[in-house]
């Protein structure tokens, strides 16, 4: 009974760092992350971090493999937020009069999260820097 509910416990602990996935796949597809706390993400993460080290200290394989798999979604996420959010700053313009500004974001395998205006290259839209300039 002791090791199916140490087995119930792994698999569902890991579930709930993978829920950190959906929630970054959210604000990605709304090219906002507003609507997300960065403070409960860095605690979240931070949390995980330090049950990490101690699943590390004491030698818990279970603790390490949530842990770890929770830190790095958690970073992911967290990660992703402040891109966002950085690029929803109010635009200031640069020297070349190039304003930045509200625009959505995609995933972008090989950078992270990467901006586009509302609209695709497919269908029109151009194509921005993480500046929010008109990328070549």
Known sequence: MTQALAVAATVWGMLGPLSLLAQRQAIIRAGSSRGVSLVYLMTTSIGYMIWLLYGAHIQDFA????????????????????????????????????RGGRHSRELDN?????????????????????????AG
């Open 110 to 134: 090989d950078r992270g999260c990467t901006c586009r205006s509302a609209g695709s290259a497919a269908d029109g839209g151009e194509r921005l820097s993480p500046n929010g300039t008109r």
């Open 63 to 98: 603790l390490i493999i949530v842990d770890g798999i929770g830190l790095i979604t958690g970073g992911v996420t967290l990660y992703c937020a402040l891109r966002l959010r950085i690029s929803e700053a109010p635009a200031t313009g640069n020297a070349n009069g190039a």
